[in-house]
């Protein structure tokens, strides 16, 4: 049965738990490498700016004894933090850097990492097709002639709900956020970009300007709302405020609100869902539970990648490549899984219950690349301003 850890972190750390060598060439590369081996040398370090779920000890160990190198990560809550570091000088400090969404194209565009080898990568060949770049483009730079990014985990924010108290009719639209007939059981993050970007997905379909042309003359995206679709955004946010129990810090309040069926719906990363879904077939709670991944009017999901920085030197851009490609092995990947509770990029079912097969989305690797990816919102400040104004409703 799958188990889903107590103390892992969040999926982002907006949503705080609480407090949350010459060897080297011949293996990666399968010929001799330019690196010193003579007992003196220091030892090669890796440095990583990354998500903490993700710095898993076995995983860090058998890299660390592999290739004889130091592993050191630093730790960051969210993509702005992590690009604002290596854009005032921190591509001399890290030599890799984590992102999801169309991150890693900015990082690309500005000049802040560089290209990856996947010749070097061999495990990629265990990556789902739907996480290669030739169907999931965001790892390629827009002309498709760099490899940007390596896959790692995926998930989407979508709505999970207590099937018990939802009718079945109701499930599958955005809309079911908006429905009376449920006040005062709904609850949404504390976050205004998920809280923005999810409804301006709604404001959109309801305007009739999801599926038109764009100003900027680019597939719709949630990031990038007209003003008219941010005034509409803002309107079924007032109207959904009125039918909040509450918005939720964490995920243990989360929780705890669905357990105790106060919250019957509320769009979350699954860490709920999954939690849920054990507890149920543990019969330690007495309803079922059903995680809406892509409403039919479109939903929003994240892919982490790892990428190389700009300034990494030869060796260290090697222990890259070498830390990706082990990280990608199909026996370590099946840990990453179960650890960290997210949505696998390789094709572990071998490996894994049919429980954790459904638990963990590895029939649903298809769904990715259909849903809008996290992305800077196109004016920040306005975005800020019409949450402040729906806070103050």
């Given at each position: ?6 103390g892992?972190l969040s999926?982002r ?6 407090a949350?060598?010459?060897?080297l060439?011949?293996?990666v590369l ?9 007992a003196q ?7 990583l700016?990354?998500w903490?779920?993700y ?10 004894d592999?290739?004889k190198a130091?592993?050191?990560?630093t730790?960051?809550?969210?993509n ?10 921190g ?9 999801d ?6 990082y690309?565009r500005?000049?802040?990492t560089?290209g ?17 770049p030739d169907?999931?483009v965001?790892l390629?730079d ?8 390596a896959p ?8 999970t709900?207590?099937?018990s108290m939802?009718a079945k009719?109701?499930v599958?639209?955005i809309?079911?956020l ?6 005062g059981?709904f609850?949404?993050n504390?976050r ?5 970007a999810?409804m301006?997905?709604?404001?959109a ?5 999801r ?9 719709f ?5 007209t003003d008219?679709e941010?005034?509409e955004?803002?309107?079924?946010l007032i109207e959904q ?17 669905m ?5 019957w719906a509320a769009?979350e990363f699954?860490?709920?869902?999954r939690?849920?879904?054990?507890l149920?077939k543990?019969?330690k709670?007495?309803?079922d539970v059903?995680?809406v991944?892509k409403?039919k009017?479109g939903?929003?999901g994240?892919?982490?990648t790892?990428m190389?920085s700009?300034?990494?030197?030869s060796?260290?851009?090697e222990?890259?490549h ?5 990280f990608?092995?199909?026996e370590n990947y099946?840990?990453?899984v179960?650890?960290?509770g ?5 094709d572990v ?5 049919e429980?954790?097969?459904?638990l963990?989305?590895q029939?649903?690797s298809?769904e990715a690349?259909q849903?809008?990816?996290?992305d800077q919102p196109?004016?920040p ?6 949450w402040?104004?729906?806070?103050a409703?």
């Amino acid at each position: 049965m799958p188990t889903v850890k107590e103390g892992t972190l969040s999926r982002r750390a907006v949503l705080k738990r609480g407090a949350a060598t010459a060897a080297l060439g011949a293996l990666v590369l399968g010929r001799p490498g330019p690196y010193i081996g003579n007992a003196q040398a220091a030892t090669p370090t890796l440095r990583l700016l990354m998500w903490q779920p993700y710095a898993i000890k076995e995983t860090i160990a058998a890299f660390e004894d592999k290739f004889k190198a130091k592993f050191a990560p630093t730790f960051f809550d969210g993509n702005s933090e992590a690009f604002n570091k290596l854009k005032v000088g921190g591509t001399r400090d890290f030599d890799m850097v984590m992102a999801d969404g169309f991150w890693p194209r900015l990082y690309f565009r500005q000049g802040l990492t560089k290209g990856l080898d996947y010749g070097k990568i061999p495990n990629m060949s265990g990556v789902f097709a739907d996480f290669h770049p030739d169907k999931f483009v965001l790892l390629a730079d827009e002309e498709g002639k760099n490899k940007v990014a390596a896959p790692n985990c995926w998930g989407g924010y979508g709505i999970t709900i207590n099937s018990s108290m939802i009718a079945k009719e109701d499930v599958g639209s955005i809309d079911l956020l908006l429905n009376s007939k449920y006040a005062g059981h709904f609850s949404t993050n504390s976050r205004f970009e998920e809280n923005i970007a999810l409804m301006g997905i709604l404001a959109a379909t309801k305007l009739g300007t999801r599926d038109g042309p764009r100003p900027d003359g680019k597939p719709f995206n949630p990031y990038q709302l007209t003003d008219d679709e941010l005034a509409e955004t803002k309107r079924l946010l007032i109207e959904q405020k009125k039918l909040l129990l509450t918005r939720y810090q964490d995920y243990d309040a989360l929780d705890r609100l669905m357990r105790a069926k106060s919250v019957w719906a509320a769009p979350e990363f699954a860490e709920s869902y999954r939690k849920l879904t054990v507890l149920r077939k543990e019969r330690k709670i007495d309803f079922d539970v059903e995680h809406v991944l892509k409403p039919k009017e479109g939903g929003l999901g994240w892919v982490d990648t790892w990428m190389v920085s700009a300034d990494a030197d030869s060796e260290r851009t090697e222990l890259a490549h070498a830390w990706i490609n082990l990280f990608l092995e199909k026996e370590n990947y099946v840990r990453v899984v179960r650890s960290t509770g997210y949505g696998g990029v390789v094709d572990v079912r071998s490996l894994m219950s049919e429980d954790e097969i459904a638990l963990y989305f590895q029939n649903r690797s298809a769904e990715a690349s259909q849903l809008h990816m996290f992305d800077q919102p196109s004016s920040p400040e306005k975005w800020e301003r019409i949450w402040s104004d729906v806070e103050a409703s």
